[in-house]
């Protein structure tokens, strides 16, 4: 990777005043599984920005070894002009007018675009919901509108019940402008209904229309422990889960009643998100019996002659729920993920990356795009994976002087080989701030990693002081 893209979903640091730090990191250590620990080390006590420009100014002066390009934030926006009233309602016109000279603002600065999220997966502190879910459909529209304003920009957002196709039309028709959505998944709303959502993108598209889903090449694997339940946060029976501490959790996973009710649910063929989640759970780790790492949750609980859900309390009970589990959530159907990659109007991206560090890792995408569906399956050519990866994602985000490589443009290059390119096995490492924990994915067949005529690494190997000159640049506007 030469060139990250940061903010997607609408969560970010900036504009943000002094007295909203607080809950802005309590809001992504709940909705992105970011260690609150290591979101204070990272950011240390005095942050040097409060505006979205001063952001950006902080990013040049820290320096990164890889390019990066912002979005303005709807959760950052938010919490900036209402304050904690932005997780509890709809905003005033006034407060909309605000808020758009903040985009505004943002925009003559570079940032890439603005981003948003409907999605009622997505629960900030103490449970609630993130402040962009309590945005009406007028507010997102207003700052789109702002957005616009600028000539360029793309809006990104994670979909949900107000903010879908329907709205995305009408947003990109009105004002001009492209706009891609997450997150379009195999199995999300059943087996096959994909397909509805490709022939509405290519319904868009025949309009004219640059509305692109993000697809993920990968299955959507949560290694998780129920000390924070995360797939299963979407189930009503889980809510209480979001508002009491530890003790309060495994008060719950003790009750008979809940138990009766969560083995009710997790039948395959229940009406529910990820019904049958038992028969795709693996033991990731349990210190107290390691010969059981690894193994199917389902296979354990019938040797044992117990209910899957049953064995999985317990065990995490024994813990402190420090047991984990490994779940294939979504995206599992390597038919339908097929469909979903080679549609000509998805993109193939959705690593979130820093989010969620310590329950997947899906980062490494791009090498297993190139290993498994480019050389081992056939399902793409090398050629259109690769465009895929650089120009075609360049093209949609506004990238204007990267994703192709061109006499008098910056030389960002990852040169691989294709017959041995992959993504090693995940492992878990310490190595954030504070210490906290994440899991990666180690490149294989990753010759070099050069960002603007700079060589990052050689193999394995770093190849630059990480506390010397780096040589990415912040693409304001998308470019350098």
């Not at 990109?172 to 993108?201: C, F, K, Q, S």
């Not at 995360?230 to 003790?254: A, I, K, N, V």
């Not at 979504?330 to 339908?336: I, Q, S, W």
């Amino acid at each position: 990777m030469t060139t990250a893209v940061l903010g997607n979903c609408g969560f970010g640091v900036a504009p943000m005043r002094v007295e909203h730090r607080e809950v802005v990191m309590r809001t992504l250590e709940k909705v992105e599984g970011m260690a609150y620990e290591a979101l204070r080390a990272g950011l240390g006590s005095d942050w040097p920005f409060i505006t979205f420009p001063d952001y950006l100014d902080a990013l040049e002066r820290l320096g990164s070894a890889i390019n990066v390009a912002v979005y303005v934030g709807h959760t950052p926006l938010r919490l900036f002009v209402m304050g904690e009233d932005a997780t509890e309602r709809e905003a005033t016109a006034q407060e909309v007018k605000a808020m758009q000279g903040l985009v505004r603002e943002a925009m003559d600065v570079g940032a890439i675009g603005f981003a948003t999220s409907q999605a009622a997966t997505h629960h900030g502190a103490g449970g609630k919901p993130v402040p962009s879910r309590l945005a009406a459909f007028s507010e997102i529209d207003a700052l789109v509108g702002a957005m616009a304003e600028s000539g360029r920009g793309i809006m990104q957002a994670a979909m949900g019940r107000t903010l879908f196709n329907d709205e995305f039309t009408d947003l990109a028709t009105r004002h001009g402008v492209p706009i891609t959505w997450t997150a379009l998944l195999a199995g999300m709303t059943g087996p096959g209904n994909h397909r509805r959502y490709l022939e509405r993108a290519a319904e868009q598209h025949d309009a004219g229309l640059t509305i692109v889903p993000q697809v993920a090449c990968r299955p959507i694997m949560f290694d998780f422990h129920f000390d924070e339940p995360y797939p299963f946060e979407m189930w009503p029976l889980f809510r209480e889960t979001m508002t009491t501490d530890r003790r309060g959790r495994m008060r719950l996973y003790s009750d008979p009643g809940f138990r009766a009710k969560f083995k009710a649910e997790s039948v395959v063929g229940a009406k529910n998100a990820n019904a049958g989640w038992a028969n795709r759970t693996v033991i990731s780790c349990y210190p107290p019996d390691p010969s059981l790492e690894e193994r199917p949750l389902a296979a354990v609980a019938a040797a044992r002659g117990v209910d899957a859900v049953d064995l999985v309390l317990d065990m995490s009970l024994g813990t402190e729920l420090e047991a984990r589990f490994r779940l294939a959530f979504l995206n599992h159907d390597e038919a339908e993920v097929e469909e979903l990659i080679t549609d000509a109007n998805t993109i193939v991206t959705l690593s979130d990356a820093g989010a969620h560090a310590s329950q997947l890792c899906d980062a490494c995408y791009s090498t297993h795009l190139l290993s498994h569906w480019v050389r081992d399956k056939q399902a793409m050519t090398l050629e259109a994976a690769v465009h895929t990866l650089t120009q075609r994602s360049a093209d949609l985000m506004g990238i204007t002087d990267r994703g192709l490589l061109a006499r008098g443009r910056p030389a960002d290059v990852v040169v691989f080989d294709p017959e041995t390119v992959g993504a090693s096995p995940l492992r878990r490492v310490q190595d954030f701030p504070g210490g906290a924990e994440r899991l990666i994915s180690d490149a294989i067949g990753v010759e070099a990693v050069i960002v603007n005529g700079t060589v990052l690494r050689r193999g394995s190997d770093d190849q630059i002081d990480p506390h010397g000159d780096l040589p990415g640049r912040v693409l304001r506007g998308g470019h350098a």
